[in-house]
């Protein structure tokens, strides 16, 4: 039986998946790594865009508000109008928010998601899992229309009973409810 640590999936099924999208995918060159928090606010960013104009807004992005707080704190307009570059600036930005309010709300700091992040994905697969990710996402997920044939999502990864998280953790009403 795998261990679950704060009910999220072991290093060894973050391992599995990752190697069968590298399976899948072939090998991806190196880029430079990010810190967790910046992947996946980066990785928000890349949705229905190049990687060029993703890479754009999120530099934006940090040039304007040069602390996750700062972007939690942000009117949502303003933080859209720092990612404009990436397309659907006023849905990522919406989304950016959400996504930093509720790892502020777990972990009492934005900043300190890329702790806990970096703690659960292993660094040497953390660039290339986020690349696998990302590229499965595109492949799979299209929204005006559905994926080809040929590009069938990973077999799903089946997680024992140990690896799935309990449902008051994933909705975050655990405590509200037992309170």
Not at 71 to 78: C, F, R, S
Request: net charge positive.
């Amino acid at each position: 039986m795998v261990a679950v640590v704060d009910g999220l999936p072991s290093v060894r099924r973050i391992r599995a998946v990752q190697r069968r999208l590298r399976r899948q995918q072939g090998p991806f060159e190196p880029k430079p790594r990010l810190e967790a928090l910046d992947e996946v606010v980066a990785t928000v960013l890349s949705q229905h865009t190049s990687d060029r104009n993703s890479e754009r807004a999120f530099a934006s992005l940090k040039r304007r508000f040069p602390t996750w707080e700062e972007v939690l704190d942000a009117p949502v307009g303003e933080v859209a109008d720092a990612i404009r570059s990436g397309g659907i600036a006023d849905q990522k930005a919406a989304r950016i928010q959400r996504l930093l309010a509720m790892v502020e709300e777990r972990e009492g700091r934005a900043e300190r998601a890329h702790q806990l992040l970096a703690r659960r994905v292993p660094a040497d697969i953390r660039y290339d899992l986020h690349l696998g990710l990302v590229t499965h996402g595109r492949a799979v997920c299209k929204a005006q229309r559905p994926p080809l044939p040929h590009l069938r999502p990973p077999r799903p990864l089946r997680l024992s009973r140990a690896d799935r998280a309990p449902r008051d953790q994933l909705t975050g009403l655990g405590a509200a409810r037992r309170g």
